[in-house]
């Protein structure tokens, strides 16, 4: 083969080289944007149908996925909107069933009773838009544990009737630092139209009361609305609770010891007048408006309890029987019967350790003696106003008996 042969095949063997790979190149970036093309048109494809098999129903639960210190009262619940629920479960985390209802118009749901402390819950709710396109939510979360939480025990009893001097006394279970918050969580109102005044003792207690005693017949409503209420750093409230009681007769009794009488109005009339023993000279008795804020048809009275002891320790006295014994001071001031004393010093001498003394029966169950007709008919919340002692005035914490701080002093103790 000659040079010019060899030269004119190389030539034709490289062009054609060139075109392949000119045309492999070409081919090549042709396959990639064929390929981009097609690929952009499914994925809008696959979208579109995406999109019109989604449900328009959107379900929010409450509280939010994940939360702690969650509301044992009214904070859970499932609302949707643009759509229906069609069906909600709420179950522990042990998976013990909570009872719930779906309102009438679908819109929302609630649990049927107040949650525990402490405990996980989980919620699967299932919702429908107008297209029956379904929509599903789920939620975990844990109440506000007892370390966290805070409640107020509180007395009187809701339906219960009471005398006029009872006061709203609520003790919490938790040192509150937050007192303006927690007062304003509660109410206290009187169908009597008298102004209601809250009044705090100490961290722990607060008690609700008017300027004069309660108007007898009236009704008193309290409303608890701390759920939620920040009482101290980390500590919130868990009660949402309305308690309403009724006022009785105006009953008022007035122990004297001077005289050594007491005398029993109603509605500002002297209904009985009963003789008394009250405190010995060295054992005086307080002084003041003090409350009945028990009633026991028979106790048990140990001096050692209330620091009345003998040389070896042991109580001045132990009676296990007193009879008709009403309460009148946390520190052990009592009205009660005396069945262990000469008739002789009612009316006549006073000789307790600083309680007062009506003449009595053992067993409490003679109907006819002057303790057992004062037990019958007082009530829980009656006035009893003990003068003449020679003693102090009582300490208004040292029971139910704030009625010893005049209205000022009783309004400056208020957070709000």
Not at 308 to 320: A, L, Q, S, V
Not at 380 to 400: M, R
């Amino acid at each position: 083969m000659t040079d010019s042969k060899r030269r004119r095949r190389l030539v034709a063997a490289s062009a054609l080289l060139g075109g392949v790979l000119v045309l492999s190149a070409c081919s090549g970036d042709g396959d990639k944007a064929g390929a981009s093309d097609g690929d952009s048109t499914s994925q809008a494809k696959v979208d579109e149908a995406a999109a019109k098999k989604t449900s328009e129903a959107l379900i929010k639960i409450t509280p939010k996925d994940g939360s702690d210190n969650a509301s044992i009262n009214n904070g859970t619940a499932v609302t949707v909107s643009k759509g229906s629920l069609t069906s909600v479960t709420m179950k522990t985390a042990s998976g013990t069933a909570v009872a719930g209802q779906i309102s009438a118009d679908k819109k929302s749901w609630k649990p049927l009773n107040r949650l525990e402390r402490a405990t996980t819950y989980k919620i699967a709710a299932e919702a429908a838009d107008s297209d029956g396109r379904t929509a599903h939510e789920n939620a975990s979360f844990t109440t506000v544990s007892p370390s966290n939480s805070f409640i107020g025990n509180f007395t009187p009893e809701d339906g219960s009737t009471v005398g006029v001097g009872m006061p709203v006394s609520i003790n919490f279970d938790k040192a509150i630092t937050d007192k303006a918050a927690v007062q304003k969580g509660i109410t206290v109102s009187s169908s009597s139209g008298q102004e209601v005044v809250g009044h705090w003792f100490n961290a722990n207690r607060l008690d609700f009361r008017p300027e004069g005693y309660w108007t007898g017949g009236s009704t008193v409503t309290l409303k608890l609305n701390l759920d939620g209420v920040q009482g101290a750093s980390g500590v919130y409230g868990v009660q949402q609770k309305t308690v309403t009681f009724k006022i009785g007769r105006n009953q008022v009794s007035i122990v004297d010891a001077k005289t050594k009488t007491m005398q029993v109005t109603q509605d500002g009339k002297v209904v009985k007048t009963i003789p008394i023993s009250a405190g010995a000279p060295e054992n005086t008795t307080y002084q003041g408006q003090m409350v009945i804020s028990e009633k026991f048809k028979e106790t048990r009275m140990d001096g050692s309890t209330v620091g009345f002891k003998d040389e070896k320790g042991k109580g001045e006295y132990d009676i296990k029987d007193v009879p008709h014994a009403m309460r009148l001071s946390n520190s052990g001031t009592f009205i009660h019967g005396n069945y262990w004393g000469a008739k002789s010093i009612f009316g006549s001498v006073n000789t307790s350790h600083g309680c007062v003394g009506l003449s009595d029966t053992k067993g409490a169950n003679d109907a006819n003696t002057p303790a057992a007709w004062f037990f019958d008919h007082s009530l829980i919340g009656d006035v009893v106003v003990v003068k003449n002692t020679g003693d102090k005035t009582i300490a208004p914490d040292n029971g139910l008996n704030g009625w010893n701080l005049n209205w000022t002093a009783w309004k400056a103790g208020s957070a709000v």
